[in-house]
Each structure stands twice: as structure tokens, then as C-alpha cells.
């Protein structure tokens, strides 16, 4: 893990960046220190970070989605025991992160969704999760038997680099839209390969698969790719493109 000193010292670095605009040194007036997001460029004044894991993340640049558009809703559920694992895997991580191109990108497909229905916005199940992370829930993953839902941590996975995000969408109310399933539903009805079979069986209904379609919709526009299995699961890249391209996210690269 990070030592005391690296916190200290990235705390420090990271308040007198934030005291600065992107075009200059000079502090911006208080009236400006808001949200800025272009979605070609992904020009942010960032907000503070609000844990060490994300003061890390931060430093290494990647982007927290809560800067790149203010309006996406972040619900980590590993950060909280309810999830398929049963226990908090995140223990100081509430801020969802992805690598620049993979934000930009979603930003893109946010504001085509808002464009078709104005009221509807994402919501952010998981991003960014550091290769310690993925160490503990496989090691759960293994002593609960459900280590085939897990990538193995001697791989990696694309949400190691940054690459993957889990998402869904909320209507106006903040309600998430019904998809016939929940998010981490390891079953039939969470796949997407055979979702008119699933209508036509009554384990899903029209409803749900326009949702899911939807989610599809706006963000294979933006260029992400999906998998089979998890209806809620998108790709930046793919995961020999991350290996080649990309670090695996280690906390304890800042010993």
C-alpha cells in the first residue's frame, strides 16, 4: 500500500494543481471553480478528490466522471456489501475513474442518451479498480465458488486498466430502468446473445430489451464494445490493446 509520506506529498501537489487554471498559473475566482467538460477534449477543472485511492488515480491521470459531466450518477457497489460478493471490496473508493479516451467516450454517449431522452442520465456501477482490489475479490470469488464471474488477477481485467465501466440508466426520478435482471446477475437472463428468446420465454419483457438496446444504442455510438454475458458491462478497448497500451492501476505503485 501507498505509504503516509506519498499521501502527504500527492495532497499537497494536488491542492496547488487544483489552484490553477488549465490555460495558466493564475488561481481561478471562486465563481469559476466549477464543471468545465468538452466532450472532444475533455478540458475539466478538476473538484477534489475525496479518498487516497482517488488522489492516486487522480495523479496517474485518470479522469473522475464526476468532473467530465456532473450530470452521470456514480453508485459504486463494491464500495458498499451489496453486491454479489457480499462484502465492501472498495474500502476508500466512492469516485468512479476511467482512462481519458474510455471518459471521453462515455461523456459522448451520456449526452447522446439525454439527447433521445432528455430525463434519463447514467448511473455508474463500477470503473477504475485497482489490481489489489481484484486480488481480494478473487481470493472471495474463490472461497464462495463463483470464481468464473471474476477475472483472474494473474491476467488482469479491462476494469484494472481503466478500460471498462458498468453502467445502466435512471429515469427522471431517479429510478434505474428495468433491464430483467440486476447488475451482477450471473444468469441466462443477463446475456444479450439470445434476449428475443428470453422475451418470447417470459424471463424478460419487451420493456426491459428496448432498455437494454437503448444502453446499447448510445454507447456503441461512442465506439465502446460489449460482451455476451453481462448486459451491463462495456469495453474501451480490447484487453491485449489495454496490455499493450495501458498500466495495470496498482496502489502500491506509489511506494
Not at 451489496?82 to 462515455?106: C, H, I, Q, R, S
Not at 428495468?178 to 419483457?205: A, R, W
Request: proline share 5%; with cysteine.
Amino acid at each position: 500500500m501507498i505509504n503516509k509520506q506519498f499521501y502527504l506529498i500527492l495532497c499537497i501537489v494536488t491542492l496547488i494543481g487544483y489552484g490553477c487554471t488549465a490555460k495558466g498559473n493564475s488561481p481561478a475566482p471562486e465563481s469559476q471553480q466549477e464543471i468545465v467538460s468538452n466532450p472532444d477534449t475533455l478540458e475539466i477543472v478538476h473538484s477534489p478528490a475525496l479518498s487516497p485511492t482517488a488522489l492516486l488515480l487522480d495523479s496517474l491521470g485518470y479522469i473522475n466522471l464526476a468532473d467530465a459531466d456532473s450530470t452521470i450518477v456514480v453508485h459504486l457497489v463494491y464500495a458498499t456489501p451489496d453486491n454479489f460478493m457480499g462484502e465492501v471490496l472498495y474500502e476508500d473508493l466512492t469516485e468512479a475513474y476511467l482512462l481519458p479516451e474510455a471518459a471521453t467516450k462515455l461523456v459522448k454517449a451520456h449526452q447522446k442518451l439525454k439527447e433521445k431522452h432528455p430525463g434519463y442520465r447514467f448511473i455508474i456501477y463500477d470503473t477504475a479498480r485497482p489490481i489489489e482490489v481484484q486480488r481480494k475479490m478473487w481470493k472471495l470469488a474463490v472461497s464462495q465458488g463463483k470464481q468464473y464471474y471474476v477475472a483472474n488477477p494473474a491476467k488482469g481485467g479491462l476494469h484494472n486498466y481503466g478500460a471498462a465501466v458498468d453502467l445502466s440508466i435512471v429515469d427522471e426520478n431517479g429510478i434505474p430502468l428495468p433491464m430483467g435482471s440486476d447488475f451482477d446477475y450471473f444468469g441466462p437472463e443477463s446475456n444479450i446473445d439470445k434476449e428475443e428468446q428470453l422475451v418470447q420465454n417470459g424471463k424478460i419483457t419487451r420493456e426491459e430489451l428496448n432498455n437494454r438496446r437503448l444502453l446499447r444504442e448510445v454507447m456503441r455510438s461512442a465506439g465502446f464494445t460489449t460482451v455476451r454475458s453481462e448486459w451491463w458491462h462495456f469495453n474501451h478497448c480490447s484487453r491485449d490493446e489495454a496490455r499493450a497500451r495501458y498500466p495495470l492501476i496498482e496502489l502500491s505503485s506509489g511506494n
